[in-house]
């Protein structure tokens, strides 16, 4: 093995060290898209909380990912990078409804019958965002582990 490759090694299994740090504080978080049905102003704003707090370290994360990924292939990571913008804004997006929801968490109610139109088109609007965000993530995650099984795997077994 020559000197460029023992280099290239030692690089990607410092980032990929790096990244499972970062992947094991995230699994900690424990955050769930899944909307509740919670008319309590304290539960949406502990939600928001535990939202950035998970949001910050998701981009770490994802940010690491498109490091090790420029690392390796630069057009790929360049893919990656536009998806992180995009989770960036879907995640702008999910706090910004979650936002009207704390201000008037009876939107939330389901035992009100006599919603009006805002707060149903508020809540549907939560429950698909939240969807987006999921769907959006494990995308995310698929594609880096196509990545890694494909050309990490490979250069930190020779």
Known sequence: MN????????IVKEHSEKLAKLGIELAKNQF??????????????NRIDDFNKYNEKG?????????LMNIINREESQMFLLRISKFRQMGI?????????????????SK?????????KIKDE?????????????DMNSAFREFYDKKIKEILEK
């Open 112 to 120: 009100n019958k006599q919603q009006s139109q805002w707060s149903k």
């Open 59 to 67: 981009m770490k994360y994802y940010n690491e990912i498109h490091s």
């Open 93 to 109: 997006v999910f706090m910004e409804i979650m936002n009207k929801i704390k201000e008037n968490p009876t939107i939330m109610d």
């Open 32 to 45: 769930s898209y899944k909307v509740e049905n919670k008319p309590s102003k304290e539960y949406w704003e």
């Open 126 to 138: 939560i429950v698909e965002q939240s969807k987006k965000c999921l769907d959006f993530e494990m």
């Open 3 to 10: 000197d460029n490759s023992n280099e290239l090694k030692k």
